[in-house]
C-alpha cells in the first residue's frame, strides 16, 4: 500500500522569505500523480500544485514550485515570497495511477510571521 | 457559484442520534467521495462512487451509510452517533482517474456530545 510522509509537522518563514515542505512517499508503482493542497483556517482544501510523474520537469504555479525526485521519492514544495495569507496547513498527496483514491500525508503546518 | 457544496457547515447532536450530511457538486464530475478528518487534521477516505456505483468503501463502521442518487449528489447518514465520530467530514469530486485532484466541499465539522 502507498504511504506518504511529511516529517515536518510545523514550519515557520519570515515574509518574503522562501520556505521548503517535505514530502516522501512509497510506492511499486512507476506511474501516479502528486498533489499539494492548502488548508487555511477557512477549512477549506484548495489545490496549490499537481506533478505527474511520468513528467521530468517540475511544476510550477506562480510562486510555488516543487522538487520531484522520482528515484528518491521524494515531493517537496517550495513558496518563494512568503505572503501572510500562505500560512495554512499543507497536505502533500498521492494518486495512483489506477486507482481514484487521494493518500494525504499527515500534513505540516505552515505559519508566516511578518 | 459553489463548485462542492455540502450542508450543513456544522452539526451538533446527542450519541446515539442518527444524522446526515448532504453534498451536491454542479462541475459534470463523475466520482464523489467522502473524506473524514480527525482532530490531528489526518484525512482518510471512506467512500468514493463513481455515477452512483460505490467504487470505494474503505474500513468504516457499518453505523456509516453513504447514498448517492444520481451523480451530482453525495449524502451521507450516520446512525447511532458516538462520541468518537466527532471530526470534520468532506465532500469531494474529481473528473475521474487521472492527473486530477478532487474539488473539496467546505467540510462538515461534527462535534457529538
Known amino acids: 500500500a502507498q504511504t506518504v510522509t511529511q516529517s515536518q509537522p510545523e514550519m515557520s518563514v519570515q515574509e518574503a522569505e522562501t520556505v521548503t515542505l517535505s514530502c516522501t512517499y512509497d510506492?511499486?508503482?512507476?506511474?501516479?500523480?502528486l498533489f499539494w493542497y492548502k488548508q487555511p483556517p477557512s477549512r477549506q482544501m484548495i489545490l496549490v500544485i499537481r506533478?505527474?510523474?511520468?513528467?521530468?520537469q517540475n511544476a510550477t504555479e506562480n510562486r510555488f514550485s516543487v522538487n520531484f525526485q522520482k528515484a528518491a521519492k521524494s515531493f517537496s514544495l517550495k513558496i518563494s515570497d512568503s505572503q501572510l495569507g500562505d500560512a495554512a496547513m499543507y497536505f502533500c498527496a498521492y494518486r495512483s495511477f489506477n486507482t481514484d483514491k487521494l493518500i494525504f500525508g499527515t500534513g505540516t503546518r505552515l505559519q508566516v510571521f511578518p | 457559484d459553489t463548485a462542492v457544496s455540502q450542508t450543513p457547515k456544522y452539526l451538533v447532536t446527542q450519541m446515539g442520534n442518527d444524522k446526515s450530511i448532504k453534498c451536491e457538486q454542479n462541475?459534470?464530475?463523475?466520482?464523489m467521495y467522502w473524506y473524514k478528518q480527525d482532530s490531528k487534521k489526518f484525512l482518510k477516505i471512506m467512500f468514493s462512487y463513481n455515477n452512483k456505483e460505490l467504487i470505494i468503501n474503505e474500513t468504516v463502521p457499518n453505523r456509516f451509510s453513504p447514498k448517492s442518487p444520481d451523480k451530482a449528489h453525495l449524502n451521507l447518514h450516520i446512525n447511532s452517533l458516538e462520541l468518537g465520530d466527532s471530526a470534520v467530514y468532506f465532500c469531494?469530486?474529481?473528473?475521474?482517474?487521472?492527473?486530477?485532484?478532487?474539488?473539496f466541499g467546505s467540510g462538515t465539522r461534527l462535534t457529538v456530545v
Open positions: 510506492t511499486s508503482e512507476s506511474d501516479y500523480y
Open positions: 462541475l459534470g464530475h463523475d466520482t
Open positions: 469531494a469530486s474529481s473528473q475521474g482517474r487521472g492527473p486530477y485532484g478532487y474539488t
Open positions: 506533478q505527474e510523474a511520468y513528467k521530468q
